[in-house]
């Protein structure tokens, strides 16, 4: 499989997923709620994976500019009628990976990735173009489930279920290894906390700061 097929999956998933409800609000609301105490109201923010842009619509609003991406044009479909319906100055979305961004965007004050980096093909080259495209000292915020710390069944079924096209690619890394990975491609980890509010979510919410 390649990132064109992981958009291809995404591009079928797309209806499904823009309806489906969110499974932890409470831990959702706790994540926005960290997150606006970390933006200012003049940022430049880019968000990667946004899916169908729920929670860029409702963190534009605190900042002067924000690009919300994806790399399934079904979801960002989905993300523009939001928009229209609901017009959010400095708000754009596109279709765009971060390596494409990371050789001509200007630099953004944070990048966001929330349920993202455990869908890149690549994390290490991921990390360093997101380092890339944040101006100094700026933050990269992410929550991301660690299917490695989550049930051994999960990590047996992943690649079954991908074989057969019913998921997408899925890294397999705890959290552990994730904070190494951002360290190791420039970044500080200055926060790591957990905002579940149902269970054991495995979903760390990580704050690092480009050095």
């Not at 823009?18 to 970390?38: E, H, I, K, N, W």
């Not at 994806?70 to 229209?84: F, G, Y």
């Not at 596109?94 to 390596?99: H, L, M, N, P, S």
Request: hydrophobic share 45%.
């Amino acid at each position: 499989m390649t990132i064109a097929s992981d958009a291809r999956f995404w591009d079928r998933a797309s209806r499904k997923y823009a309806s489906g409800p969110v499974a932890d609000q409470a831990g959702y609301q706790r994540t926005l709620d960290r997150t606006c105490t970390l933006l200012r109201r003049g940022d430049n923010i880019l968000e990667l994976g946004c899916g169908t842009g729920t929670t860029a619509l409702l963190l534009a609003v605190h900042v002067q500019a924000y690009l919300a991406t994806d790399i399934s044009a079904a979801m960002i479909a989905i993300a523009d009628d939001k928009l229209l319906a609901h017009p959010t100055p400095g708000l754009v979305f596109r279709v765009a990976t971060a390596q494409a961004l990371a050789r001509d965007a200007a630099p953004f004050d944070a990048v966001l990735g929330f349920n993202y980096l455990h869908l890149v093909r690549d994390l290490p080259d991921t990390l360093r173009c997101i380092h890339a495209l944040l101006a100094p000292n700026g933050l990269f915020i992410t929550k991301t489930p660690c299917v490695g710390d989550m049930n051994r069944l999960i990590r047996l079924v992943l690649p079954m279920m991908r074989a057969v096209g019913k998921a997408p690619h899925a890294g397999i890394f705890g959290a552990a290894e994730l904070r190494r990975h951002i360290s190791a491609a420039g970044f500080e980890v200055v926060v790591t906390e957990n905002h579940a509010t149902k269970g054991d979510d495995n979903r760390p919410y990580i704050v690092a700061r480009k050095t």
